[in-house]
């Protein structure tokens, strides 16, 4: 089951704050759920260009 939800913001294991966009299920067999996400300001919450996808044990609830 994922950890994060659509339209959840979490931050980077090591940077950045990100808006959570789709959970895309496990990409290389580890059962690990990678979620597609879009950066933002962390002030403004305003998106930056482009997207990505992590995997769920690089990503953490923003507090």
């Known amino acids: 089951m994922p950890k994060f939800s659509?339209?959840?913001i979490v931050k980077g294991a090591v940077c950045?704050?990100?808006v959570v966009l789709a959970c895309k299920g496990?990409?290389?067999g580890s059962g690990e759920c990678w979620y597609q996400i879009k950066e933002i300001d962390p002030v403004s919450q305003r998106?930056?260009?482009g997207e990505l996808a992590?995997?769920?044990s690089r990503l953490r609830l923003a507090a």
């Open 6 to 8: 659509v339209n959840q």
């Open 16 to 18: 950045g704050t990100f």
């Open 26 to 28: 496990d990409f290389n």
């Open 47 to 49: 998106p930056y260009p």
């Open 54 to 56: 992590l995997p769920e």
